[in-house]
């Protein structure tokens, strides 16, 4: 094996997965089309599990593309205080865990571990649904100790992923927040929220709701590949359109930023959005924390064994030599001539079109608790 394409300063269990993604490029198994990850990772915190280590001495082993499961639920929480320094949120709520999306970069993806799954294909296939999710917050909303600040529905994964079809888990946590006049920020790469533009409309008119709209590229064939089951560039850009048009104040999400794949795309994406009515925008740069690096790995070369090398170098250069970095202020951002150029694009194109000049907040004045304690059920 080409030491240069992997990580380094792997782990004995990090060599192992690492070796897993290569067997699988040399085995050349049929790509899972509709799928980001083509494989489960190992799950850190599971002692037995089956995984695929040596395909040549097994027979009846196959990663299908599975249908998606909905795993039905009651959660004990909803909403979760974000300590993170680099994010800009204080709270979280996500009414979905895992996402069929297929996002190949995502960082959610070693969270779903912790319900105990793999990051790889269990992340997309196996989909927890957390019915109560509309009930925890409205009891979480009635609680005197809450002091009013904006809520981001969908600080994990997408609240308007395909299981929001079904269950409209989103539409209902929204309803609970128009009721209590309770702000909340938006951040989906799916056209489906323009089926709740009505109530948007209505909370924008008081100043109760914010929505970014995640592209990382205008390119239908590296999205099709990349983030597998979002709705295209141009759909993106009609959500901006629409709901700016209904009063929405709405802003574009471009991450992660990949140099060697779509890094030189961010002028044209910013300039997209603001025609499209984005009045402000975000970004973050690529970094491969935990089972991510694996799958991304395994992912690039196979889409992409041309400029693989080249690619998976520049995210090194731009983290101390690492894919993986957890360092606060830096991890979201990356370090280096690379990292350096993208912020310098960022700045430069956001001026150019008139991005995040304005002085905008969401309203926390508003806020009330409708009812008594008995109007929880």
């Not at 792997?10 to 070796?19: A, E």
């Not at 002692?47 to 959660?75: A, C, F, M, R």
């Not at 709701?209 to 141009?234: G, N, Y």
């Amino acid at each position: 094996m080409d030491n240069r394409s992997g990580p380094t300063g792997k782990s004995k269990l990090q060599q192992q997965q690492h070796n897993v993604s290569a067997n699988l490029q040399e085995e050349a198994v049929q790509y899972l089309t509709g799928r980001g990850a083509q494989f489960n990772t190992k799950n850190r915190f599971l002692k037995d599990e089956k995984v695929k280590e040596h395909p040549e001495g097994i027979d009846d082993w196959s990663e299908e593309n599975s249908p998606t499961q909905y795993l039905v639920q009651q959660s004990k929480t909803i909403v979760n205080k974000v300590t993170s320094e680099d994010v800009g949120m204080q709270y979280s709520m996500n009414p979905y865990a895992g996402c069929e999306h297929g996002c190949i970069y995502c960082y959610a993806r070693n969270v779903h571990e912790y319900w105990g799954y793999s990051a790889g294909l269990d992340f997309e296939q196996k989909i927890i649904i957390k019915k109560n999710a509309p009930q925890l917050l409205r009891k979480f909303l009635m609680h005197p100790k809450w002091e009013c600040t904006p809520i981001m529905l969908s600080g994990n994964t997408d609240c308007y992923q395909p299981a929001e079809q079904q269950y409209r888990l989103t539409r209902a946590l929204l309803e609970v927040c128009n009721e209590f006049n309770q702000p909340v920020g938006i951040l989906t790469k799916n056209s489906r929220i323009l089926k709740d533009k009505d109530l948007l409309q209505e909370m924008a008119k008081k100043q109760l709701v914010s929505a970014m709209v995640s592209i990382t590229s205008l390119d239908e064939d590296l999205r099709r590949v990349m983030e597998p089951r979002t709705t295209t560039a141009k759909q993106k850009l009609k959500v901006i359109n629409e709901l700016s048009n209904a009063g929405v104040r709405m802003g574009v999400m471009m991450g992660p930023m990949i140099p060697g794949l779509n890094e030189h795309e961010m002028q044209r994406i910013m300039k997209a959005a603001a025609d499209n009515g984005a009045t402000f925008t975000a970004y973050t740069f690529i970094r491969l924390n935990g089972a991510v690096q694996f799958l991304f790995h395994d992912w690039l070369y196979k889409n992409f064994p041309d400029r693989a090398d080249k690619v998976w170098h520049l995210i090194e250069q731009s983290h101390g030599g690492k894919v993986n970095d957890s360092r606060p202020g830096v991890r979201m951002r990356g370090e280096g001539n690379i990292a350096q150029m993208v912020a310098q694009q960022y700045k430069k194109y956001g001026k150019l079109y008139n991005m995040n000049v304005e002085e905008w907040r969401l309203n926390t004045s508003i806020f009330k608790r409708p009812g008594a304690q008995g109007s929880l059920f």
